[in-house]
């Protein structure tokens, strides 16, 4: 049973812009707070930005604040990764992925297939 699916993922060029969407599974979704990872070849996943069931808590690392947003539209199960001034060291792949609770803290342990995100010089 496929629970989160990931998409808006392609090639960009350095200075643009991508939004990620992830379509999920209401038992994943609902009452629940949701994430978004990263992952290079021979590197440690990153925790790029999660955000509350409610919306009114958000997390964004370091590397992406001013650049990236977190949205979620809960009446479309749906969670967002709005990513714009993309660099080439953003070049990766992108995971969507969920947590019991409502909080953005603690483990997640439901997974996207993940989306590819190529950006060049």
């Known amino acids: 049973q496929v629970q989160l699916v990931e998409s808006g993922g392609g090639l960009v060029q350095a200075g643009g812009s991508l939004r990620l969407s992830c379509a999920a599974s209401?038992?994943?979704?609902?009452?629940?707070?949701m994430g978004w990872f990263r992952q290079a070849p021979g590197k440690e996943r990153e925790f790029v930005a999660a955000?509350?069931?409610?919306?009114?808590?958000?997390f964004h690392t370091d590397s992406v604040k001013g650049r990236f947003t977190i949205c979620r539209d809960n009446a479309k199960n749906t969670l967002y990764l709005q990513m714009n001034s993309l660099q080439p060291e953003d070049t990766t792949v992108y995971y969507c992925?969920?947590?019991?609770?409502?909080?953005?803290?603690?483990?997640?342990?439901?997974w996207g297939q993940g989306t590819q995100v190529p950006v060049s010089s």
């Open positions: 209401a038992r994943t979704f609902r009452g629940n707070a």
């Open positions: 955000i509350s069931w409610s919306g009114g808590s958000t």
């Open positions: 992925a969920g947590k019991d609770g409502s909080s953005w803290r603690g483990l997640y342990d439901v």
